[in-house]
DNA sequence: CGCCCTGTCTACCATTTGGTAGGGAATGGA
DNA sequence: TCCATTCCCTACCAAATGGTAGACAGGGCG
């Protein structure tokens, strides 16, 4: 079995994620990257023409990521609120593998246009399609009823609220560790279960 | 009937949480804030000795005018649902006039300590007050059981994601206008409401 | 060997950043 | 009138930032 070392420019992603997804992109220079790789800035450089592109590239990157994770957990088995469950869950599994990848997500939509634009646009097509899984749901009688949209971005918000908000965390009394992650999670679809369910 | 311009002092604070609410902390410079007002960067430096001395200000007075609000709020008539209508309209009502103030919200949850600190510190006590009435609503079985901390965190995270995610919002085909907002505070209300209450 | 290509580096650079030093106009009180 | 205080300014500065230019090492290949 070779000994496979991740290739440089695979490491720099990674170590823009980490970073990135923490601290923050304006917040974070491009010679604090290289410091944490052990490299010159000038090696990122080369990889990457810019910081912007090296943004563009990591969005590509996260964003098939997250959208494959959601994909399959859309494609799987089950319907109604199974579904739903199983996509809350999915991204709650990727935030529990790399934690910084949700917060990149939460980042890049404060960034704004162009960063913003981009990510969402890749994710279009998962966002409509959960959106009309929602509404046939809806009509159904099976949920609750309500603008699709809005309640996209209330759950998206929750979820990402309930990852990536360390510091409100942190003022509420409970440690950001991976037994607090889960606990969070039930809460979540809990929460979820009965908003959304009829009944 | 005077002619009252806002002193210097004030108005270096609008400016800044105009602009750090909305384009971010790190992102806006000292020099971009003195053009902005029209002044030298120096006259900032005067009244704030540093940017961050300037963040704390902000936050503190950006802290008491949103405690201000939601201590009335739950200090006025109402109990049980009434009680945490009344704080959500309350915030989105604060949200409608002063846009920036809940995006500065954002940011410094985001920027972490020792900024973060500062805020979540002086809003403990409010928390604190939250989390006691929603835990006796839950004792009285008005409302269904869950963790109050982080019940209290979904709620923040919807709340704050409902009138700050714009770029998410614009994802999904809405137009971030005042109209819109009052239909995402309806819309965040009957979550709750079908969230929370019991029956 | 000699050549080229890939990948990393050192050496710079222009601009921007937060911040210092200090000048000068206005005001008001002695 | 003189002095002190308040407030805003111009003139700088050292450090950090994103980015350019180009040298150099190594390897594959004719």
């Known amino acids: 079995m070779p000994e496979v070392v991740a290739p440089t ?3 720099i992603l990674d170590a823009a994620l980490a970073a990135w997804g923490t601290r923050g992109y304006e917040a974070t220079s491009l010679d604090a990257l290289a ?3 052990g ?5 990122i450089l080369y990889w990457f023409p810019s910081k912007e592109t090296l943004l563009d590239a990591l969005i590509a990157r996260s964003t098939q990521e997250l959208a494959q994770a ?3 957990a859309l494609d799987g088995a ?3 609120w199974a579904k739903v469950e199983a996509v809350v869950r999915s991204v709650f599994r990727l935030a529990a593998r790399r934690p910084e990848l949700l917060g990149l997500v939460r980042e890049v939509s404060r960034l704004g246009p162009p960063a913003a634009t981009r990510m969402t646009g890749e994710l279009q097509p998962l966002v409509r399609r959960a959106a009309d899984f929602l509404e046939s749901e809806m ?4 949920m609750r009823r309500h603008d699709p949209s809005l309640l996209l971005l ?6 990402i609220g309930m990852i990536t908000e360390v510091e409100v965390l942190r ?3 409970e440690e950001p560790t991976a037994r607090s992650l889960a606990r969070r999670r039930a809460d979540v679809l809990e929460l979820l279960r009965s908003a959304l369910l009829t009944g």
Do not use: N
Request: charged share 25%; aromatic share 4%; proline share 0%.
């Open 9 to 11: 420019r695979e490491r």
């Open 35 to 37: 410091g944490d790789l």
């Open 39 to 43: 490299i010159a800035k000038q090696s």
């Open 70 to 72: 959601m994909q399959t």
């Open 78 to 80: 089950g319907d109604g």
């Open 139 to 142: 009509d159904a009688g099976h």
């Open 154 to 159: 209330a759950i998206y918000s929750t979820v």
């Open 171 to 173: 003022a509420l009394g």
